[in-house]
């Protein structure tokens, strides 16, 4: 350790800065990186770690400021650039192309060749040893990435990175989709390749992670640098007081009672989709917060979509207040008070050349409207007091939503589905890349939802999220609900078990 | 498993669509009529093929990539007018090379002009092929050029081989060239990484803006190609020449099943989409149907084929 810490830096970063219009994104970086190490960098939505981690790769461009390698002054302009330089990335959201095979996605910039043709037999090779000392076994060279679950689709991301035997690397919520057991799976890996001398610069919202892993912190606060330095001796306190500058305490309380005979307001029962998932049935009484955990695969997400009509299903029944839907399409599910935060913001949740206000009112424009033409001052009204509720950073509630950074894109997307009232109100992954401090006020906004009589679903790959605001947990597996559990009346490993199905034999042979 | 197995046969399920409609329509024609099978049919067929054959193929290209090209019958137009004026001076070598070195200009032009202006690429091949027909206009005086030498007929005409002219061996080069380039060397896997996902790509650190002039460069060269062959069967060259075939060649890419979001397709999905297009024309033609109809089958065609590629990627996120 002492000696790493005498040698000179791998990359040092001085000055530093970079601003959008009049919104100065970070200030005056300066920071050194030694190889061999693995930095964990941490910050709140928008506090520009993206941006960082864009400049070190590439991606964007700083204003001001000069990044050194061995010493050595270096501008990238493109990626290709700073991968000359040994620097990879993963980014923050997605970017993979999905008509062609895993291993082409793999190798894509750098297909082994002789005389311009790919050589076919050399790469599935290559693929296969990459993948092999990686562990990520259940990935084929040859299946097209669209296939491909969204974890799935993340350990390719994760290969091609790998794949440059870059000296740096640089990953933006690489576990922010993934399962418990893949998340241990790669923060292993990263220990591997920082033992081998490589230096990673891993950003997560996940303190445990990086305390786990991270041989040093780097805290961002408003583009400026607040902590930095040895892991050792910090804890997710101290952490977050250096990120939003108060201690920010995540306690789960036993929520409020729900009368037993409270009225039943979503019942699904005996649903089964047109795939295969199912069936299943459940029902949440008002005020009832009912929790689904599951591995990633398990069937969750696909039930809440099945719900809200964005698939088809083969057979069974959704009823919201005793009124059961005739037809399950997201129009009539919304008319009968149902509201959905599907998992995949880019896909299906917000639209990204669109303001804030417009994306968060596009549900509920009518109640905006006198005689269908918009009034715009009650919405930006309404619209502003959900954002700011939200804690939404945004330079104003009129920029576009792709200028915004991951976490508040998510919080962009809570907003609009908590603006149109609904009675009862299914999210998937609600906190998934949002800070602590954010995570808390979301928790909140949940639990008071709940309190005012609206039937929640919280699905959730984090078990003490799930655990911690649900009355009653699900756990699915294998496209079925296997358990359930009353609040405080399991432990997050017993959840674990169930989720696997290692806690019942004679389950397991039913099911195949 | 069984999910990944369910989406390679959707994959699968296409490939033998296309095929299978293929197989089809050469049985009925060969049953249902005796003229069909007949080898002066089948040269026929083979060489009213070449021309959109090799601007299918050309626009394949770009569109894996991700962009447009709707110049590429006005880059014939002007690279055929070239070529006989030229010829008419210096032979006809020099001709067809000045040809190919217009056509890939022009090409660089319209890459140029998608990449470093960041013009989407409908629009700039549109106003680009406004341009370069006026250019055309301007050199030619709106005039019918006329070949002095005879031959740059030899391309209409039938080769030793079978009979089939040399225009389809052109074709069948072409063909071959670019479906080799296109799927086994690493610019081919470029052009579809790049038109899959220019984000990817470029993190990727392939050069999207290298990978689309080229792609461009490539197009306008064959447009160039089928722009000689328009021209040895009149002989001449004029400004309007080959109006719109750019859009016929389009939508045999698309019913071969080349992606219009770009990153997906194949040389011989284009070619096989030209040859499906031209066995209905070729039926209603030997059935004495119609042709009003034709356009109707035709045109539903690509309804078809646009509204499966849609509802393929709808599925799959
Ligand atoms: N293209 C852009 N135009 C204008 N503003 C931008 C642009 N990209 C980023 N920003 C702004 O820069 C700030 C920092 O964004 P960045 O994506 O770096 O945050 P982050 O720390 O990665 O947050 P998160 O945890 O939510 O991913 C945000 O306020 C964001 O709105
Ligand atoms: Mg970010």
Known sequence: MTTTAVSAPLISIEGLAKSYARNTVLHDLNLGLHAGRVYGLLGENGAGKTTFAGILSGLTHADSGHILIDGEPHAFRVPKDALDQGIAIITQEQSLALDRSVAENVFSGQLASTLGFVRTRALRE????????????????????????????????????????????????????????????????????????????????????????????????????????????????????????RAVEIEHKRPTRVAPDAPVRLAVTGLTRTDGIGPVSFHVRAGEIVGMAGLVGAGRSEVARAIFGLDKISSGTVAVDGVELRRLTPHNAIRHGLAFVSEDRKHDGLSLVHSVRENASLVVRRKFARFHFRTVRPEKSAVGRHTDHMMVKASSIEQSVWQLSGGNQQKVMFAKWVMTNPTVLIVDEPTRGVDVGAKAQIYDIILGLAAQGIAIVIISSEIEEVMGLAHRLLVMRRGRVVREFDWGATSRAEVIAAAFGDYEQEDDTRDT | MTHSASALLRYRSRDLGIAFTAIALVVALSVSTDTFMTPGNLVNILDQIAVVGILACAVTVPMIAGVFDLSMSAVAALSAIMAITVANRWGIVAGASIAIVIGVALGTINGLAV??????SFIATLATSM??????????????????DMSLQTLSRPSPIAGITWATWLLIGVFAIVGIVVAKTVYGRNLYAVGGNPNAALVSGISVTGTRITAFMISGGLSAVAGLVLASRALSAQPSMGTGTEFTAIAAAVIGGVSLAGGAGAIWRSVLGVVLLQLIANGFNLLGAPTIYQQVVQGALILFAVSLDQFLRARDG
Do not use: C, W
């Not at chain 1, 922010?176 to 390749?193: F, G, K, V």
């Not at chain 2, 990449?115 to 989407?120: D, I, M, Q």
């Open chain 2, 131 to 148: 341009v370069f027909r006026g250019i055309a206009t301007a050199v030619t005086d709106g005039q019918i050029v006329k070949a002095d």
């Open chain 1, 126 to 245: 290559q693929f296969t040893s990459l993948r092999d000392s990686v562990g990520f076994t259940d990935l084929h060279a040859g299946t097209v990435v669209r296939s491909l679950s969204q974890a799935k689709r993340q350990q390719v991301e994760i290969l091609r990175a790998l794949a440059r035997d870059a000296r740096v690397l640089i990953m933006d919520e690489p576990t922010a989709i993934l399962s418990i057991a893949e998340t241990q799976h790669l923060l292993q890996l990263i220990r591997r390749l920082a033992e081998d001398g490589r230096l990673v610069l891993l950003i997560s919202h996940f303190l445990e992670d990086v305390l786990s892993v991270a041989d040093e912190v780097i805290v961002l606060r408003d583009g400026a640098v607040t902590f930095a330095g040895p892991t050792e001796g910090q804890t997710p306190r101290t952490l977050t007081q250096h990120m939003v500058g």
């Open chain 2, 115 to 120: 990449t470093y202006a960041r013009v989407n």
